[in-house]
């Protein structure tokens, strides 16, 4: 594990996102240590979705040293914390994201791309809607679909098709 002064600085910040680590941390007895930190870093410097070992190349590039499991752990830990969240898409990879705005997620099926939106109405619908004796923590949206590279790709695929279909 390569120490970096930065990694220091960056445990010792005022961050909101890292004092709440911090406080989960020790709330929890567990230890600071270098590797935890490394990893929330490079987390907070992601902008969306990532999977682990998206998450394992970044660490990796940047010359630590941290295994596999630690990466597993420290990511359970900050699913625990509130501060990530964990998406299961369909015949996909676990994705993770930090808890951030709500937004909802439109999943093309043929390409696997996820694009995030902000809908506004969905939002203020769902901030006023109630359950009967539940209290809503946070929600997701998934809206199954293609998108318009893969719809133009079969509407080509399609029409090549078509005319090999007349030449017969
Ligand atoms: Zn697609
Ligand atoms: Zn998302």
Redesign the pocket.
């Known amino acids: 594990m390569r120490t970096d002064p930065n990694i220091e600085d960056f445990a010792a910040s005022n961050n909101p996102v890292v004092r709440k680590f911090n406080e989960f941390i020790d709330a929890h007895g567990l230890r600071r240590t270098t590797e935890r930190y490394a990893i929330l870093s490079h987390i907070m410097n992601i902008n969306?979705?990532f999977t682990i070992e998206e998450l394992q190349q970044l660490i990796d590039a940047d010359g630590f040293r941290v295994s596999r499991s630690t990466l597993y752990n420290t990511v359970e830990l900050l699913i625990e914390a509130k501060m990530l969240?964990r998406?299961v898409f369909e015949g996909m990879q676990a994705?993770y994201?930090r808890i951030t705005l709500p937004?909802t997620?439109l999943i093309c099926t043929t390409c696997g791309r996820?694009k995030?939106v902000r809908d506004p109405n969905f939002a203020a619908f769902m901030n006023a809607r109630r359950f009967n004796a539940f209290n809503t923590d946070h929600y997701s949206l998934y809206v199954y679909g293609t998108c318009s590279s893969c719809a133009r790709k079969s509407k080509r695929a399609k029409a090549a098709d078509d005319k090999k279909e007349k030449r017969k």
Do not use: L, P, S
């Open positions: 969306g979705h969240r998406h994705q994201e937004h997620h996820v995030e």
